[in-house]
């Protein structure tokens, strides 16, 4: 037996599987050597070619679609059944691949250049945390880690997630009350005792970047693992230093597996942000155009802080093929404040406030394998029960330094810090110009939440072609919210009632790798269902009308109605290339009724009735992930929408569309591999232009955030076996560009500039 041609590679399909491909040839090549020389008959006597030994990367994410690293397979919530190109929904999935090529951390960046979502600003500025909204609606309450809602709405880090999922469409039978537009999943890493692995990272760029993250898996025993992430990172805003972004993390997994039938793991998770905000630019209400060229005006004291410590536990036992019981039980508490300075041309504004998160969730989910009547049913029973408990309240400050100016404001002209009067800086570092102290006050707002859950879900294959799919969830609450109200004192409003919500629909697989589908499904919530916000009715807090009495204020809220929505969606999905490309399509419409607006006594009065609002979404969304072909990876979407009020207790607000509202983004990544060691690629964000104003209201058409198109690319060289260097540029083309402002125009978020960042990744 002869070697020959030592250099032929195998076919790609070969070189790239997925398994322990070095481990398989070696077995193979050991039995081959030690087998008997006579064991082989001179018919089998052939010649054999040298196989080329590719590494292939074992991917540790359970959802992952092996060999293809910018498709998920299935979802991490184990209640979507069927794999995700069979799920007849519209679930956009980011996998930690994508993530990393993009150089995007921060869950708010991720999701800001997804199709279908925008970002919004909070009442007074921050009101704490990350917002989003997803086709037209706000979800910052609707985010969940690992199937749990995670009400901390805090600074999200991606240092420890495998991968992110974002529904679109109401929700409410997955996620509880809310999640009227969609919600939003990020599926942790966990433990695996499959192998062993361990990877660090060091990152250095522009404006003083540096990342430092750590993710090792470590196979104590057949049945132990435990898995580790770190993170420090730190950055100056892009061309807007000393504003800066600093973050550390700790997460740790562990897996025991004591039998064949029952698992469990422990997780900690501990992420800090300590920033350094910048309200950015603003709009001149004069003319409804952003202002740009503004100076960096952030005050030495400023600050945007976010603490997070979660504990998790996951029990699972298979009681045999076709019937599992698995237990998820959450303790967690957030710290988040922040003291932050606007400014919109004339004189510095201070915004802040601070908040107390405390909750505990348990979740119980029984998987059940049935044939009924010939048919496969997938039944999912569910029970569930939370605990959320969050305190908001304000810091007590004054500024030190003297003023120098009359500015205007909500009282009338009043002594105020101008950086710049007629037309020049007057003071040398606006940066110490108000040189403020502060401490931290007393709570404002006292919100308390109680929930128990039960939800039934049943898919069922009537034959190879047809599936039908149905669930119904009902969340009883016990919601009390403590607010103190600046003439009434501590109005304490309470209220104990229950959410039906559903969803049903029908697929058809009309060939090997494709289907159509129809879904219809629900989501509603309460009067004051956000909790950081007290009584601000447009921003999701307790919606009474103003200028009435204590007493008033409480028969009317006890008398209002949830808000509830409607989504009809009509969609097709193809699993191309033996399963390695995922091409989706879907028009939808989603409609939500008594909508809570804003009114005076008089109104409600004429009215009879908070709930005076209905709004209409419509459009399309197409997606694409997976591989184009074995060297060109690709991540596309667009989404194009219109929105409208139906119904307002303002009349001029009929017909308008909703604030917060771009009509069409799109966002693209491509990578390719030239060759076996250098691969390159980039992508873009576009969004059309929007109107600022509270969230699912009426467009202030009179104040524009304007369009853009962002470009980012990036390359990664295989240095060794073990070391990667791989450019990340952001921003390629230095774009001005603004991702939301806030409703008066007082400020308007700024774009990160141009960045260039180089990451060196060690595999050990």
């Not at 498709?71 to 919530?77: E, I, L, N, Q």
Request: one cysteine or more.
């Amino acid at each position: 037996m002869s070697l020959n041609k030592p250099n032929v590679k195998q076919p790609a399909t070969l070189r790239r599987r997925p398994a322990l491909t070095r481990t398989g040839l070696a077995l193979g090549l050991s039995t081959a050597m030690l087998a008997p020389a006579g064991a082989l008959g001179a018919e089998e006597q052939t010649e054999m070619t040298a196989v080329e030994v590719v590494d292939t990367v074992i991917d540790p994410n359970p959802n992952a679609e092996p060999g293809v690293p910018y498709k998920a397979r299935t979802s991490g919530d184990k209640r979507h059944v069927k794999p995700l190109a069979e799920t007849p929904q519209t679930i956009q999935v980011i996998t930690a691949k994508q993530l990393e090529d993009s150089g995007r951390s921060d869950l708010r960046d991720i999701l800001q250049a997804q199709p279908g979502i925008t970002l919004g600003t909070g009442e007074n500025g921050n009101a704490f945390g990350d917002r989003y909204v997803i086709r037209g609606q706000e979800a910052r309450s609707d985010v969940f880690v690992d199937g749990l809602r995670d009400p901390g709405m805090t600074v999200r880090e991606s240092f420890a997630t495998e991968q992110v999922e974002i529904t679109k469409g109401p929700s409410s039978t997955f996620a509880g009350r809310g999640a009227t537009g969609g919600a939003v999943n990020s599926v942790t890493k966990q433990a695996t005792t499959d192998l062993d692995f361990a990877r660090l990272s060091a990152g250095f760029g522009s404006d003083d970047y540096r990342r430092y993250t750590f993710d090792g898996n470590r196979v104590l025993t057949d049945t132990l693992a435990v898995r580790v992430n770190l993170l420090d990172a730190y950055q100056e805003v892009p061309d807007r230093g000393p504003a800066d972004r600093d973050r550390e993390g700790a997460a740790v997994s562990l897996l025991w597996k004591p039998t064949d039938k029952l698992d469990v793991t422990a997780d900690y998770y501990f992420a800090q942000a300590e920033d350094k905000p910048d309200m950015g630019a603003y709009i001149d209400r004069s003319t409804g155009r952003v202002v740009k060229d503004v100076p960096v005006y952030l005050q030495a004291e400023d600050f945007l802080e976010s603490k997070i410590d979660t504990w998790t536990l996951r029990l699972g036992y298979q009681f045999s093929a076709d019937l599992r019981l698995e237990n998820l039980t959450r303790y967690g508490t957030t710290e988040n404040g922040y003291l932050t300075t606007g400014y919109r041309g004339t004189s510095l504004s201070t915004h802040q406030g601070w908040q107390d998160v405390d909750y505990f969730a348990n979740a119980l989910n029984l998987y059940l394998d049935k044939r009924i009547a010939g048919m496969k049913h997938q039944f999912v029973f569910g029970l569930e029960y939370s605990d959320h408990s969050v305190k908001n309240g304000v810091y007590d400050y004054r500024a030190n330094s003297p003023t120098n100016c009359v500015a205007n404001g909500r009282g009338g002209p009043q002594p105020g810090h101008c950086p710049i009067v007629d037309g020049r800086q007057v003071v040398p570092d606006i940066g110490r110009m108000m040189n403020r102290s502060f401490s931290k006050g007393d709570w404002d707002t006292d919100w308390k939440v109680k929930t128990v859950s039960l939800s039934a879900m049943d898919t069922v294959d009537l034959n190879d072609e047809w599936s039908v799919f149905g669930g119904l969830r009902y969340d009883r609450f016990e919601y009390d919210n403590t607010v103190i109200d600046r003439s009434a004192g501590a109005l304490d409003y309470a209220l104990e009632d229950g959410l039906w919500n559903g969803h049903a629909g029908i697929s058809y697989t009309f060939r090997p790798d494709a289907n159509v589908y129809f879904n219809y499904s629900t989501a509603s919530d309460f009067n004051g269902g956000e909790s950081d916000v007290g009584a601000s009715c447009g921003y999701g807090g307790i919606c009474v009308p103003s200028g009435t009495t204590a007493e008033e204020r409480l028969r009317m809220f006890a008398n209002s109605k949830p808000e509830k929505s409607q989504n009809f969606e009509l969609g097709t999905k193809w699993n191309l290339m033996d399963g390695r490309l995922l091409a989706s399509g879907a028009v939808f419409r989603t409609v939500k009724t008594d909508v809570m607006e804003n009114a005076t006594d008089d109104a409600y009065s004429s009215i009879g009735s908070i709930n005076t609002g209905e709004y209409r979404v419509e459009g399309a969304e197409l997606g694409l992930s997976g591989k184009l072909t074995d060297k060109l990876m690709v991540q596309a979407g667009v989404a194009v929408m219109n929105s409208e009020i139906r119904e307002s207790q303002d009349p001029d607000n009929v017909g308008k569309g909703l604030s917060n509202f771009p009509e069409k983004t799109a966002s693209l990544l491509l990578s390719y591999e030239l060759t076996p060691k250098f691969t390159f690629g980039g992508g873009l964000t576009h969004s059309s232009e929007k109107y600022s104003g509270e969230p699912e209201s009426a467009a202030a058409t009179d104040l524009k955030v304007p369009a853009y198109t962002v470009y980012d690319l990036f390359a990664s060289y295989r240095v060794s076996k073990d070391l990667t260097a791989r450019l990340n540029i952001g921003n390629l083309t230095d774009e001005d560009y603004y991702t939301a402002a806030y409703r008066s125009g007082a400020f308007a978020y700024i774009g990160d500039a141009r960045n260039v960042r180089l990451t060196l990744d060690y595999n050990f």
